[in-house]
C-alpha cells in the first residue's frame, strides 16, 4: 500500500470538515498545558467549532482549489485547525476566549466568510457576539419601543373610559 493511500483518508476527512465552512482558522497551540488544551477542545465543543491538529502536508492537500487555499502560506509549524459551519465568529471567538488564560495560544490567519484575515484581524473579529446575541438583542430593540407605546395606548384608554 503506497503512502498517499494511506494519506488519502485523512485528506478526505479534512475537506469534509471544511466543505461548506464558515470560517476556518489557523492557530499556534505551541506551548499549551494538558490542561488548557483540555479546556480549548472542551470550549470548541460547547460552541459547535471543530479544533484539531492536523499535518501541515494533509490541511495543503485538501485545501488546495478551495477558498481556504490562501491559508496555505500559513501552514509551517505546529498548527490547530479551528472550523466553524454555522457562526462564521465562532472559532475566532472560542480561540480569543481560551488565549486570555493561555497566552502561548496565537492566531495565525483565519478565513471567515471568504475574506483571508490577519491575527490582528481575527483578534477584532472575535470581539464580534454571536448571530443569537445579536439577534437577541436587535429583537429586544425592537420590542421596546412597541411595548412603550402599547402602555401609551393602554393609559389614553383607560382616562378615556373613567371620563
Known amino acids: ?54 499535518k501541515n502536508t494533509m490541511v495543503k492537500r485538501a485545501i488546495e482549489g478551495t477558498e481556504f487555499e490562501s491559508l496555505t502560506d500559513s501552514l509551517e509549524g505546529p498548527t490547530a485547525v479551528v472550523i ?13 476566549e481560551v488565549a486570555k488564560k493561555a497566552s502561548k495560544l496565537e492566531f495565525k490567519t483565519g478565513v471567515v466568510e471568504g475574506t483571508l484575515y490577519d491575527a490582528k484581524g481575527l483578534e477584532t473579529i472575535s470581539k464580534i457576539p454571536s448571530r443569537d446575541v445579536l439577534l437577541s438583542k436587535f429583537l429586544g430593540s425592537i420590542q421596546s419601543p412597541v411595548s412603550n407605546f402599547a402602555r401609551v395606548i393602554k393609559q389614553v384608554a383607560e382616562q378615556k373610559a373613567e371620563a
Do not use: F
Not at 13 to 21: L, S
Not at 84 to 96: E, F, L, N
Open 84 to 96: 466553524s459551519k454555522d457562526d462564521a465568529t465562532a472559532p475566532a471567538r472560542v480561540i480569543a
Open 1 to 54: 500500500m503506497a503512502k498517499v493511500d494511506i494519506k488519502q483518508p485523512i485528506v478526505d476527512e479534512i475537506k469534509e470538515k471544511i466543505d461548506g465552512a464558515a470560517s476556518v482558522v489557523l492557530v499556534d497551540y505551541r506551548g499549551l498545558t494538558v490542561a488548557q488544551d483540555t479546556e480549548l477542545r472542551r470550549q470548541a465543543r460547547n460552541n459547535g467549532v471543530i479544533y484539531k491538529v492536523y
